[in-house]
């Protein structure tokens, strides 16, 4: 099957999908084209057991500007409403897929393209790396889940700072924050980011795509509810082949070969 266009690259390298998004010209800005070739993407990395991690890059100098701003002024209110809506459907694909999704950010991210970011599982970024939330420099409020992701992780105080002001955040001040995960020299950016998927891609996947679930439920369900839902899910991981795998080889005093199963 042959995934992907024009606007966005898609290979699939043993357990590890790889989506480039590829309008470099304009520093990866969204179009409609790109974002349904990454539903389309999304949607086979979750029927296909063999493809375990996807990893979410930019071509050329930057990870994504977000919206495309040489084109703002021109499109109608139905155009942005159903814009919007394939990117609200598409951040869902990514928080609902049950396989770590991993941003792998060099240049700026920058408005819906930084939100983009955030909706992933894990961030790694070069060490050049800004992000920003434009949208107040064209008058807009964020789109992607701006709202939702930064004031969960920063509060709402900060979060309101970062959207009122539009202002860069340098990639040190991203880690301090916690908004991302890794930072590496630009040159061993791509490398270091396949090694990453490709030991979580070894991991145990039917349970870190529980334990994605749980901690995206957390964010807004209570103690006792994510507390009963861990006691349900380890009652079914129990079950598992995994499982079973891990303790045996921890008995054999051997790393687990898991096969997500």
């Given at each position: 099957?042959?995934?992907?266009?024009?606007?966005?690259?898609?290979?699939?390298?043993?357990?590890?999908?790889?989506?480039?998004?590829?309008?470099?010209?304009?520093?990866?800005?969204?179009?409609?084209?790109?974002?349904?070739?990454?539903?389309?993407?999304?949607?086979?990395?979750?029927?296909?057991?063999?493809?375990?991690?996807?990893?979410?890059?930019?071509?050329?100098?930057?990870?994504?500007?977000?919206?495309?701003?040489?084109?703002?002024?021109?499109?109608s209110a139905q155009d942005i409403?159903?814009?919007?809506?394939?990117?609200?459907?598409?951040?869902?694909?990514?928080?609902?897929?049950?396989?770590?999704?991993?941003?792998?950010?060099?240049?700026?991210?920058?408005?819906?393209?930084?939100?983009?970011?955030?909706?992933?599982?894990?961030?790694?970024?070069?060490?050049?790396?800004?992000?920003?939330?434009?949208?107040?420099?064209?008058?807009?409020?964020?789109?992607?889940?701006?709202?939702?992701?930064?004031?969960?992780?920063?509060?709402?105080?900060?979060?309101?700072?970062?959207?009122?002001?539009?202002?860069?955040?340098?990639?040190?001040?991203?880690?301090?924050?916690?908004?991302?995960?890794?930072?590496?020299?630009?040159?061993?950016?791509?490398d270091e980011a396949m090694n990453?998927?490709?030991?979580?891609?070894?991991?145990?996947?039917?349970?870190?795509?529980?334990?994605?679930?749980?901690?995206?439920?957390?964010?807004?369900?209570?103690?006792?509810?994510?507390?009963?839902?861990?006691?349900?899910?380890?009652?079914?991981?129990?079950?598992?082949?995994?499982?079973?795998?891990?303790?045996?080889?921890?008995?054999?005093?051997?790393?687990?070969?898991?096969?997500?199963?």
């Amino acid at each position: 099957m042959r995934l992907g266009n024009e606007h966005v690259v898609v290979q699939v390298s043993g357990p590890v999908m790889s989506c480039v998004l590829n309008r470099p010209d304009s520093l990866n800005a969204f179009s409609d084209q790109m974002i349904l070739g990454l539903h389309e993407a999304l949607g086979e990395a979750k029927k296909n057991d063999d493809i375990k991690v996807v990893m979410l890059s930019g071509a050329g100098r930057a990870f994504s500007a977000g919206g495309d701003v040489k084109n703002m002024g021109e499109a109608s209110a139905q155009d942005i409403y159903d814009h919007v809506g394939l990117l609200n459907e598409l951040i869902l694909m990514i928080k609902q897929l049950p396989k770590p999704v991993i941003a792998v950010v060099h240049g700026y991210a920058a408005g819906a393209g930084f939100n983009l970011a955030l909706a992933c599982d894990q961030i790694l970024a070069g060490e050049e790396s800004k992000f920003v939330l434009s949208f107040a420099q064209v008058g807009l409020v964020a789109d992607g889940g701006g709202h939702y992701f930064l004031s969960r992780m920063l509060g709402p105080y900060r979060a309101k700072e970062l959207l009122f002001r539009a202002e860069p955040i340098p990639v040190e001040t991203a880690v301090e924050w916690g908004l991302i995960n890794r930072i590496f020299p630009l040159d061993r950016l791509e490398d270091e980011a396949m090694n990453y998927a490709l030991s979580l891609s070894k991991g145990p996947g039917r349970a870190m795509g529980m334990m994605k679930r749980i901690v995206d439920e957390a964010e807004k369900a209570d103690l006792a509810a994510i507390l009963e839902q861990e006691r349900v899910t380890q009652t079914m991981m129990v079950t598992t082949n995994d499982h079973l795998e891990g303790v045996q080889a921890f008995k054999e005093k051997r790393k687990p070969v898991f096969a997500g199963k």
